[in-house]
């Protein structure tokens, strides 16, 4: 199984911040990863797909980088409705995995 | 406009079965591959398993900690989305939900999720 390891696992920051968060794919991927935001009692909801292809809707200032093995989601000015919980996915093999998490909260 | 809808969660004891249904509208349900993933209370999310389209037979894959003991099916005809679960455990206590994969990029639908609660 491919094991992603995301990190951290919690951050605090503030409005107005820069956020990176980071997966690590035990083996390449290739760019078959998304990102998924969860706010608390809510289904989660896709950011990116492919690695760096922002779903429609979703405002710009997330974006997504990486290849093979590293990938990052970037928020680049942290509004206060960013404010959740966020997990990466490989779909590159089975079975699907997750990264555990990263819960990001206001500072 | 693409809508998920579970049901059929609630209490089950250690042992038990029980059945979830996805209700599908907004797309050409028979079109696409779908999912089920869960959410055990206060941790992560975990992928179930996968029923692929008619055109690749209805084939399933399913993780190493429900193969054996869960079914995905579907009904084209009425547009609906199964998980049978038998054989249940403690550990199978989650929020389920079943999603929408679209080819090559994974989930890009989700239900509203429906609880599973296993206990004596």
């Known amino acids: 199984d491919i094991q992603m390891t995301q990190s951290p696992s919690s951050l605090s920051a503030s409005v107005g911040d820069r956020v990176t968060i980071t997966c690590r794919a035990s083996?390449?991927?290739?760019?078959?990863l998304g990102w998924y935001q969860q706010k608390p009692g809510r289904a989660p909801k896709r950011l990116v797909y492919a690695a760096s292809s922002l779903q429609s809707g979703v405002p710009s200032r997330f974006s997504g980088s990486g290849s093979g093995t590293e990938f990052t989601l970037t928020i680049s000015s942290l509004q206060p409705e960013d404010f959740a919980t966020y997990y990466c996915l490989q779909y590159n093999s089975y079975p699907l995995t997750f990264g555990g998490g990263t819960k990001v909260e206001i500072k | 406009e693409v809508q998920l809808v579970e049901s059929g969660g609630g209490l089950v004891q250690p042992g038990g079965s029980l059945r979830l249904s996805c209700a599908a509208s907004?797309?050409?349900?028979?079109?696409?591959?779908m999912d089920w993933v869960r959410q055990a209370p206060g941790m992560g999310l975990e992928w179930v398993g996968r029923?692929?389209?008619?055109?690749?037979?209805?084939?399933?894959e399913y993780a190493a900690s429900v193969k054996g003991r869960f079914t995905i099916s579907r009904d084209g005809s009425k547009n609906l989305l199964y998980l049978q679960m038998n054989s249940l455990k403690t550990e199978d206590t989650a929020v389920y939900y079943c999603t929408r994969v679209i080819p090559g990029s994974a989930f890009d639908s989700w239900g509203q999720g429906t609880m599973v609660t296993v206990s004596s």
């Open positions: 907004g797309f050409p349900f028979s079109d696409h591959y």
């Open positions: 083996q390449g991927i290739r760019n078959d």
């Open positions: 029923i692929r389209n008619k055109d690749n037979s209805y084939s399933t």
